[in-house]
């Protein structure tokens, strides 16, 4: 059974960095591109970032381009998104998700960017 | 960006009714359209993909069908666990897009 499982969401301060992890079970990590997806509250979803499997290709939203770093580690079947400068309108759920056509979601870790 | 438009973004229905969720994109998408079903505080799960693809498990009471840039989503027969948010998204074009949702509730 593929299992996505999210973590390193929490309360951040305007400006500040935070790390999400994906752990991802179940499936052949290596061979499976990866994203980032998020959801604000009361908004819609927004693609984030992604990152092929050998790491050899990454995209990011023009929202995020520069502060955030998508990488992963395919010995630990660990997807990261590293996020700097982070503002208020990052507040949101973030979901770890599978290839481009979305197969495969976690539940979301909630990040919130607040004074 | 290719924006998907879904109607009606909230609909209200009874155990047994058919029912039929529409998704609109902005231009062609080919049939790369797919269909989630989100419960409240869980993983989006995916339904259909590439318009008409049942996915494995899903009961055949969901169906897809459209093309270019009109799609639907329909149950043919509601179940009392069917009551959920459904969301559409393309991936035809870099990045994909999504629609904004239809919750289904009870009537």
């Known amino acids: 059974e593929v299992q996505l499982v999210e973590s390193g969401g929490g309360l951040v301060q305007p400006g500040r960095s935070l790390k999400l992890s994906c752990l991802a079970s179940g499936f052949i990590f290596s061979n499976y591109g990866m994203n980032w997806i998020r959801q604000a509250p009361g908004k819609g979803l927004e693609w984030v970032a992604s990152i092929s499997s050998s790491s050899s290709y990454t995209y990011y939203a023009d929202r995020v381009k520069g502060r955030f770093t998508i990488s992963r580690d395919n010995a630990k079947n660990t997807l990261s998104l590293q996020m700097t400068s982070l503002r208020s309108e990052d507040t949101a759920l973030y979901y770890c998700t599978r290839v481009h056509t979305l197969d495969y979601w976690g539940q979301g870790v909630m990040v919130t960017v607040s004074s | 960006d290719i924006q998907m438009t879904q109607s009606p973004s909230v609909l209200s229905a009874s155990v047994g009714d058919r029912v039929t969720l529409n998704c609109k994109a902005s231009q062609n998408i080919n049939k790369y359209l797919n269909w989630y079903q989100q419960n409240l505080g869980e993983a989006p799960k995916l339904l259909i993909s590439n318009t008409n693809s049942l996915q494995t498990g899903i009961p055949s009471r969901f169906s897809g069908s459209g093309s270019g840039t009109d799609f639907t989503l329909t149950i043919s027969s509601l179940q009392p666990e069917d009551f959920a948010t459904y969301f559409c998204?393309?991936?035809?074009?870099?990045?994909?897009?999504f629609g904004s949702g239809t919750k289904l509730e009870i009537k």
């Open positions: 998204f393309q991936h035809d074009s870099w990045p994909g897009t």
